[in-house]
């Protein structure tokens, strides 16, 4: 009995996953704000560049993630322009970068940049009002409404989520470190920061007016 009890739950567990993975695949592999912002900065530093940043995003990814599955978002529906704060603050952060990035391209100071760190990556999974719209998406599709196994499922949710999207950020930084390593020289660099710096800024206009 027990022994079936088990398989049924490894079965859920195994189904519950697979399912929320293809819900999330168009959503994690497209290039989003989060993709294109690693993918550049991989092609700028280089992949083992970026780690810290991908690690303070996905922490906070996690955290954030549990702390909605838990009613976050039942609080901060009571303040709407919660959400408006967030979209302008992490339209001007993501823009700010954009700045410094064609700063660098067009005044020869490319090698002064310093690639993002750990605190970056919080901030800016913490001031991307989108990823708290598809989280909450992503919980109204796979969380039920009773509390009886909610701390797991949440739990689950969470890390699977989070997993996942690291992934995805995985692929767009060697990609963009791939791409530019065809481009290392001071001419392609500048080159290389002045569109970069065009890409991050039509990220931030995106997220403003989206």
């Known amino acids: 009995m027990v022994q079936c009890s088990n398989f049924h739950w490894i079965s859920k567990l195994f189904q519950t996953t697979l399912a929320l993975i293809l819900f999330l695949f168009p959503l994690a592999y497209s290039p989003g704000p989060g993709n294109m912002f690693f993918a550049v900065n991989g092609a700028r530093f280089g992949f083992r560049s970026t780690i810290p940043a991908n690690a303070g995003y996905h922490v906070a990814t996690w955290i954030v993630t549990v702390a909605i599955g838990y009613g976050f978002l039942a609080a901060a529906e009571r303040f709407p322009q919660l959400f408006t704060f967030l979209k302008i603050v992490g339209s001007l952060y993501i823009l700010w970068i954009a700045g410094k990035m064609l700063k660098a391209g067009t005044l020869n100071g490319a090698k002064d940049a310093k690639p993002a760190t750990f605190i970056d990556g919080v901030l800016l999974l913490l001031l991307n009002p989108k990823a708290y719209i598809i989280i909450t998406l992503m919980f109204t599709q796979f969380l039920g409404l009773s509390n009886s196994g909610r701390l797991a499922s949440v739990l689950l949710i969470a890390s699977v989520f989070t997993l996942n999207n690291l992934f995805a950020f995985v ?19 500048r080159k290389l920061n002045l569109i970069f710096g065009a890409i991050l800024a ?5 997220m403003l007016f989206s």
Do not use: C, E, H, Y
């Open 171 to 189: 692929i767009w930084t060697l990609l963009g470190d791939t791409v530019a390593g065809f481009f290392r020289s001071p001419v392609s660099a």
């Open 202 to 206: 039509a990220v931030a206009i995106w």
